[in-house]
């Protein structure tokens, strides 16, 4: 992908390196001036030359100003174009591996993409394609003198190994103050999302501690860098300094010998600063290469290590018919399975109740069936067509998904409720009213269009849970997965849910309600009982109940009391379920 991004912007580069050359022949016009101003002018005391000759020396460097604008704007726009066209692959490659191992650094690869492209944009690669032209100068020097031109060529030799110093002393120390300040950043980042719980259990001054370490670390390879690079770069300013005193020395001593003109000694230090420019370019724009160096390789080995999302032929909407085939399962970057051999069939239209202890493996049922985490081994399958068959973007609006841990995204309510995408207000206010929301939507200051903050932190959590589950409903999917949905629901907004589940499956859609409380059991025709990540029990509610509550089947000691735990007895619920039915 790195390399299609950069073959897209061939022509720009061709056209900045053609730009460059003649930049750097109008670099000739300052010593060629010189030249001529001491050499002509002041010898034969002629006015109308010298005018002459400015008039077109500033002709010619206003051409090299523009030349410079121009190719400056040019690598600007080189810039936006790679970003425009990777950016969204880095975008989606960098989501997807972070749904694939979770906490992996997949959040870098955007600051890296910025990187890479302000070196792009920036004088490092000016100063890359300039240094062809390092030969070139050096070559002009001798052919001003023997002497002048050995001047030159130590010059760039001493500047060059300076360079070469600054790579060796600096390389490690860089990458791993990189490599340690993703990991500082990271740590913030996570310590932010969990900002209440930090400040409610007073660990404010453990989680600081953590991050100094991490960030003094990170400082410390830093400036053992940074003191390296400072005492080279020293070096160099002082070498180019005794340099151009060393040219101008050289020259007034082969002016008294009479083997060059006063105007040559001018000439050859001002050329003997062109050649070196490239190699003093290269050491003051080190430090970015380097880091647009780190940001290639990290996201050259991102694209190796995800895999592309591959195209797929459009399926016909799923009818909510699922069907699980020895379905096992385990969160990404582990193999430990936490859902074993899973098989059970749902017919469209059902309404099913999974229950069961902590740890049962319920959530990660929710989650196969959506695709999030892919299984180990067995199918997931919708009509049929294994889930992998479908694209994401594809199957995402036939399905409606409400996850234990709730997160709202910065912008409106409509815009979270539309999924945002292009806001169909009929859609979305009958999403909120099945949500049984609508009426609290419309006394928030600004109803549909309340901007509710990073997280939705604007709302409480029973609110964001209500506004998740319209979410879930917009669009009319045909499938529904719904984990812990009343987990911060008062008894209205435990009353709205239970609406909402009658009208899905008065609607034919297919559902699945994850909860431990026993009130939404009367709404459900089918319950699954999951017991260390395998399916102990499934079938009718009833049947299911009265296995229960009568203390038989295998594994179904844990679940049972998971419920009974619950928000009414058994024996209340099983009652319901009986009248219910």
């Known amino acids: 992908m790195l390399r299609r991004a950069f073959a897209v912007c061939k022509s720009n580069f061709l056209f900045v390196v053609l730009f460059s050359f003649f930049i750097n022949l109008l670099m000739f016009v300052s010593p060629l001036y010189m030249i001529q101003v001491y050499d002509r002018v002041l010898a034969s005391r002629n006015e109308v030359t010298l005018v002459m000759v400015t008039i077109l020396a500033v002709a010619l460097l206003v051409v090299y100003a523009v030349l410079e604008s121009i190719r400056s704007r040019v690598l600007v726009r080189t810039g936006a174009r790679f970003d425009k066209f990777i950016g969204e692959s880095v975008f989606k490659t960098s989501f997807r ?21 302000e070196f792009l944009t920036g004088g490092g690669i000016i100063t890359f394609c300039d240094a062809p032209w390092m030969p070139i100068f050096l070559a002009v020097c001798f052919m001003i003198h023997f002497w002048i031109g050995v001047v030159a060529l130590i010059g760039a030799i001493a500047i060059f190994a300076l360079a070469l110093a600054n790579e060796l002393a600096t390389r490690r ?60 770069l020293a070096m160099s300013k002082f070498t180019r300094t005794v340099l151009q005193t060393a040219i101008l020395g050289v020259g007034a001593w082969l ?6 003109s006063p105007g040559a000694m001018i000439a050859s230090s001002i050329m ?111 009509d049929g067509a294994d889930i992998d068959n479908w694209h994401a973007e594809l199957l995402g609006p036939h399905i409606g998904y409400l996850p234990q841990d709730v997160e709202l995204f910065a912008g409106t309510i409509a815009e979270n409720i539309a999924r945002f995408s292009e806001i169909d207000a009929e859609q979305v206010v009958a999403a909120a009213r099945k949500a049984g929301v609508h009426e609290m939507i419309l006394q928030l200051p600004d109803g549909y269009n309340t901007r509710i903050g990073e997280g939705g932190r604007a709302l409480s959590g029973g609110q964001r849970q209500r506004i998740g589950l319209a979410r879930a409903l917009y669009g009319d999917p045909k499938i529904v997965i719904l ?67 009568a203390g038989t089947g295998s594994g179904a000691a844990a679940p049972a009391a998971a419920v009974a735990n619950s928000a009414q007895p058994m024996g209340q619920v099983t009652h319901m379920t009986r009248a219910s039915g």
């Open 173 to 232: 120390h860089l990458k791993e103050a990189s490599t340690a300040s993703i990991g500082a950043n990271q740590y913030v980042s996570t310590t932010l999302r969990n900002a209440e719980i930090v400040h409610a259990l007073g660990m404010m001054g453990a989680i600081s501690r953590r991050w100094n370490d991490l960030h003094d670390r990170a400082l410390g390879l830093q400036a053992r860098a940074s003191d390296r690079a400072g005492t080279i």
């Open 272 to 382: 003997m600063g062109r050649a070196l420019a490239p190699v003093e370019g290269a050491v003051a724009q080190w430090k970015g290469f380097v880091a647009a160096r780190s940001a290639y390789d990290r996201l050259g080995k991102m694209f190796a290590s995800t895999e592309a999302e591959p195209e797929r032929m459009r399926l016909p909407a799923p009818t909510g018919a699922i069907s699980l085939e020895q379905l096992v399962v385990a969160p990404p970057g582990s193999r430990i399975a936490t859902l074993k051999s899973v098989s059970m069939q749902i017919q469209p239209g059902e309404v099913i109740g999974v229950i069961g202890p902590s740890g049962a493996g319920k959530s990660t049922f929710a989650r196969a069936l959506t695709g999030v985490w892919p299984p180990l081994s067995g199918h997931v399958r919708l």
């Open 255 to 260: 002016v008294l010998e009479s083997e060059v």
């Open 97 to 117: 591996g972070h749904l694939r191992a979770p906490g992996g650094g997949y959040s870098q690869p955007i600051r890296d993409l910025d990187t890479l492209r």
């Open 483 to 549: 984990d812990e949905p009343n987990s911060s629901l008062d008894s209205n907004g435990e009353a709205a849910l239970a609406q909402a589940l009658r009208t899905a499956k008065a609607e034919g859609r297919t559902v699945l309600v994850i909860s431990h409380r026993a009130s939404l059991l009367n709404e459900v025709d089918k319950l699954a009982v999951f017991t260390g990540g395998t399916l102990t029990m499934y079938g009718p509610t009833r049947d299911v109940m009265a296995r229960l509550n």
